[in-house]
């Protein structure tokens, strides 16, 4: 599975693994704060022994975890989301009819309400155990019946969560929102022209912020969602008091997989942080990563050199108009903030950088203008970095740790890498040894106890 004929994304780091494990009383170096007490969860694609899915997307959702408590790291293991796509029930049965639990759950873990969810955004998210074992699919009590995003914003000043779905059949895409204790309250249609791929959205603390861009559903190979040159690219605002009601800011075309956040600035425009793709550099990664190449030929190089640019949109609703700058020219993914600053001014966010030749984790300084990054060399390659605050409430907003698992580029070992986010650049504050190599992934969540 791992020769030199197989796709990309079984090579490498990336190449799954064929079991589920658990590990207990990790070795380390350094030391562990001990206000990280909780567990690091982290979810992507891992197919089943000898599957190809056909896209690095397309494989099913794996767990991995990591248990830390005052000082220590106590266990790792990893399982498989076990949703009926695992046990091999069709999304489309033969009938036409869709089933929305029949999905790979590969995306993302949150929690919310009391309950850890497992979320991809072709269906419903399954609920999974503190110990990563599935409950099940999750529909609100038969409420929800469009997808999930895997990219919901929970609101830190009122404990909802706000999300969407969207889908290739009317209304393409819906708008949903759940109580801080979780039952959904509101659902309302938004007016796209037609099936777009929207991977993610923002909030503000008085909008949610839609991404009407042109990666499109058409029937092809492998994945049938492909950049469209008829389609056009526009950014939504829908005030959170009027679901439904959405103004629309024309831009240039573009995709974005990621928001990094969003805030309202002190003359009411919208200012909206995200890594942003040209037509080219959509069209480079989303082919490499579901090419047949192996990682030493084209592939590899073309999964680099497609990464986005973190850029700067701002809407202005008093002249109905959207500007862009660029704020770094460094190929980055994966952006992230402090929870507590989402839908709010930040001055910090935090993105992987890859040159193909090192892997880096970046902390960008909106106030400064500047950029610090935690360089981890040739040999291996950071996920994503999830953003942990220190517990002093009067901290400030960078005072806390970042949290990443970080893999060889050989697939060989990983770590779960604790790095101080005050001074991203320095040395770690500590660093988890996993008992496996674990296959790059998507999105992860510190669940603090």
Known sequence: MTT???????????????????????????????????????????????QDPGHWFAGHGMLHGVRLREGRAEWYRNRWVRTSALAGKPFIAEDGTIDRAAVVANTHVIEHAGRLLALVESGFPHEVTGELETVGPVDFDGKL?????????????????????????????????????????????????????????????????????????????????????????RLGVMPLDRPGEVRWFEIDPCYVFHVGNAHEDAAGRIVLDLARYSRDGIHTIWESIGSPAHPAGPGAAAAVTGLARMHRFTLDPATGTASAVEL?????????????????????????????????????????????AHE?????????????????????????????????????????????????????????????GVPAGFHGSWIAD
Do not use: C
């Open 376 to 436: 981890l060399g040739p040999d291996m390659v950071a996920g994503e970095a999830v953003f942990v605050p220190a517990a002093d409430p009067d901290r400030a907003e960078d005072d806390g740790w970042l949290l990443s698992i970080t893999t060889r580029r050989d697939g060989g070992a990983s770590q779960l890498l604790v790095l101080d986010a005050t001074d991203v650049a320095g040395e770690p504050v500590a660093a988890v040894t996993l008992p496996r």
């Open 145 to 233: 019946t469009t997808a999930m995003t895997a990219h919901p914003k929970a609101d830190p000043a009122t404990g909802e969560l706000h999300f969407f779905g969207y889908g290739f059949t009317p209304p393409y895409v819906t708008y949903h929102r759940l109580s801080a204790d979780g039952q959904l309250v509101a659902s309302a249609p938004i007016d796209v022209p037609g099936p777009t791929m929207m991977h993610d959205f923002a909030i503000t603390e008085h909008h949610a912020v839609f991404l009407d861009l042109p990666m499109t559903f058409q029937l092809r190979p492998r994945m049938p969602y492909a950049w469209s040159d008829e389609y056009g690219a």
């Open 4 to 50: 030199g004929t197989a796709p990309l994304y079984l090579t490498g780091h990336m190449a799954p693994v064929p079991d589920e494990i658990e590990s207990y009383e990790l070795p380390m170096t350094g030391a562990l704060p001990p206000e990280l007490t909780g567990r690091y969860l982290r979810n992507g694609p891992n197919p089943l022994p000898g």
């Open 328 to 372: 770094d020219d460094r190929g980055i993914e994966f952006p992230t903030v402090d929870d507590h600053r989402v839908g709010r001014s930040s001055r910090y966010l935090y993105a992987v950088a890859d040159t193909g030749r090192s892997s880096a984790i970046v902390r960008f300084d909106g106030q400064l203008g500047a950029t610090a």
